[in-house]
């Protein structure tokens, strides 16, 4: 199932002539361009076919006139072995997750000195992110040790190898390095005592890799978990030696496809990609049967019987990807009285009403609902993955909205949970406490969409919501999900500047640095860090560095609390203005008036199409607003809180 893609549909049979008709438009990109690469791409591509997809994402990327929905990569390979079978499948499997990806292979083998070698190609490339993908017989592991003090010697030198090449690569890189675990050797020295013997082979590897693990926690690089891959497929048929020997392959070419996606989904996640609403449909997917036809005593669900246990471990897949953020709405063709009756009444179903966002039961075409399931939640609609057990309405989804993600499923529902968490739509880089909040505080946006409707009356509507604005520096505790959010935001971003977890770090160190976060509170509930600030004072001005906020908090006048605190940090650091800019991206226009709207003036602009504007700190003055500020992150004394 993993290693053939089996979520994806099969290529289409034309193929050719539609990969010939993109690349043939790719200078000049026609009509839904973006749409039908993500069409041709979505399906189960072997490694020739990606090849061939990589050289349209070439001829797309050099064609300068490139969609704005494609995001831009340009992604560093170093690694023990041979590097030319991975840039073509990582390439091509990044048009499925809406990226061009420029992939720069480093030279085999040669990982430290290329590192080392700060004037080399890797290093005057511009990456944005760099793969060191080690191989266990390189790193020295792949022998069973002479003894305790030899066994951790191999560990501790093939981990600082390792730190060699990334912090070599550190300053050349401008957002995430990536290491990958290492699948261990099959061959067992002791059988079943190589788990237990801290000297074999098997030992060594476990004990690296739990190291790595370590290492990612604290955002100092990002863990590409090769190892479990490779044992989930089976190291028997991930391991091929014949092709080691040969051409120092580090797995078996066949394996090609799925490695690639694991990257360029890993890559997506790191820009924000990856999926956040899981849409479910209800008959026979969530339960087996009709519930218009069959009713509530009547649907396969539960205890007692294979059906109904697969239907049963559907919903707990669902309830646990709600519980680590991902949202979750209801898309049904049904009576909506009738589709909420198993929610209500039957006594085994796991999800339960209050767990769905947004619940659109009824005879409307799916393509329809999902726009509105998206509108409500305030989330691009390639936010959502669609779980439906029917093949056709699979297809229309997939026609009408190549954005969203629709895997493929099998005849049996048994294999629908393992299926939809082996897709990787939900990859995750980093989890804080906000990300395992999300799905309430989405659910909550909801309830203030339905409520900003019936009041009518926006100034009410937000005096009603009794919220709280909380301005804090950026500390240890919220380092890493502000360095997520640098890093993911890209709508409500004026300058789309990247960070590192340690970047943030040293940033915040810097006695001319400015960083602050802010978390807005309302009735609802609590809707987390929804903005980052970074300014950085040059003679007699606060530059704003970074300002990024979420789109959940859109016309609520955080932007102005915002501005407000700028402005006091600024004067109290003895500056005369604020200096803002816009760099424009491809998704970004959305804020392209973001500094006029707040009273700025043009200063002109620099190479790019970036804008430069400036407030004079003598002509601001503080708005009322409708919230409580809260706000200790100035550096003077705590002001009072104000309505």
Not at 97 to 120: F, I, N, P, R
Not at 383 to 389: C, E
Not at 432 to 452: E, G, H, K, L, P
Not at 628 to 639: N, R
Request: proline share 5%.
């Amino acid at each position: 199932m993993l290693s053939d893609l089996a979520w994806l549909p099969a290529p289409s049979a034309d193929f050719r002539e539609r990969l010939r008709a993109l690349r043939a438009e790719a200078a000049q990109p026609g009509e839904a361009y973006y749409e039908r690469v993500l069409t041709l791409a979505t399906a189960a591509l072997d490694e020739n076919q990606l090849g061939q997809l990589a050289r349209l994402a070439g001829s797309v990327a050099e064609g300068g006139a490139a969609p704005a929905q494609f995001g831009r990569v340009k992604l560093g390979v170093v690694g023990d072995g041979t590097l030319s079978l991975l840039a073509p499948v990582i390439a091509g499997s990044g048009l499925r997750h809406g990226l061009l990806v420029d992939v720069v292979e480093g030279a085999y083998g040669s990982a430290v000195q290329q590192a080392m070698d700060t004037s080399g190609p890797l290093h005057r490339a511009g990456l944005d992110m760099l793969l060191v993908a080690s191989d266990v017989r390189a790193l020295g592991l792949s022998r069973a040790a002479d003894s305790l003090a030899d066994a951790e010697a191999r560990v501790a030198g093939a981990l600082a190898q390792l730190k060699m090449v990334v912090d070599g690569f550190r300053p050349s890189v401008g957002a995430a390095i990536l290491v990958q675990t290492v699948p261990p050797p099959i061959e067992p020295l002791f059988g079943s005592f190589d788990r237990v013997e801290p000297t074999s082979s098997y030992a060594m590897v476990t004990a690296f890799n739990a190291r790595l693990a370590a290492w990612a926690s604290e955002g100092q690089v990002v863990l590409l978990d090769i190892a479990r891959l490779a044992e989930t497929i089976g190291l028997e048929r991930w391991d091929a030696p014949r092709h080691w020997h040969a051409s120092k392959l580090p797995f078996a070419p066949e394996m090609a496809p799925v490695y690639g996606d694991v990257v360029a989904r890993t890559v997506a996640a790191l820009r924000g990609r990856a999926k956040k609403c899981l849409v479910l449909y209800l008959d026979n997917t969530l339960w087996g049967g009709v519930i218009g036809d069959d009713g509530v005593a009547g649907i396969q669900l539960g205890q007692g019987s294979a059906a109904g246990e697969a239907f049963l471990a559907i919903q707990q897949t669902a309830l646990e990807l709600r519980r680590r953020g991902v949202v979750l709405a209801v898309c049904s063709k049904n009576e909506e009285a009738a589709a909420l009756l198993p929610f209500r009444e039957h006594p085994e179903m796991v999800l339960k009403e209050d767990h769905i966002a947004v619940f659109q039961a009824n005879w409307t075409d799916k393509a329809a609902n999902l726009r509105a399931i998206a509108e409500t939640l305030n989330i691009g609609i390639d936010a959502l993955v669609f779980l439906d057990d029917n093949p056709a309405e699979r297809a229309q989804v997939r026609r009408e909205l190549p954005v969203v993600a629709v895997p493929e499923l099998p005849d049996e529902p048994a294999l629908y949970p393992r299926l939809l968490m082996a897709a990787g739509y939900f990859e995750a880089v980093a989890f804080t406490q906000d990300d395992r909040d999300r799905a309430a505080m989405y659910q909550a946006n909801a309830a203030r969409a339905a409520a900003v409707q019936a009041s009518g009356d926006l100034d009410s509507y937000l005096a009603s919501l009794d919220m709280v604005c909380t301005i804090r520096p950026v500390d240890a505790v919220s380092r890493p999900r502000v360095a997520q959010l640098i890093n993911k935001s890209n709508q409500f971003n004026l300058t789309t500047r990247r960070y590192t977890e340690a970047q943030v770090e040293a940033a915040e160190r810097d006695p001319d640095r400015h960083l602050a976060q802010i978390r807005l509170v309302d009735r609802f509930g609590d809707n987390g860090i929804i903005c980052v600030l970074i300014g950085e004072r040059r003679g007699d001005a606060l530059e704003i560095d970074t300002w990024l906020m979420s789109c959940r908090v859109l016309g609520r006048r955080v932007q102005e609390a915002a501005l407000d605190h700028l402005v006091r940090v600024a004067r109290t650091a003895g500056a005369r203005q604020l200096v803002g800019r816009y760099i424009p991206s491809p998704k970004n226009a959305m804020v392209a008036g973001h500094y006029a709207s707040l009273g700025f003036a043009p200063a002109g602009e620099e190479p790019g199409g970036t804008t430069v504007w400036t407030l004079d700190l003598a002509d601001y003055t503080s708005p009322e607003l409708p919230m409580v500020i809260d706000d200790t992150a100035v550096g003077a004394p705590t002001p009072e809180l104000q309505a």
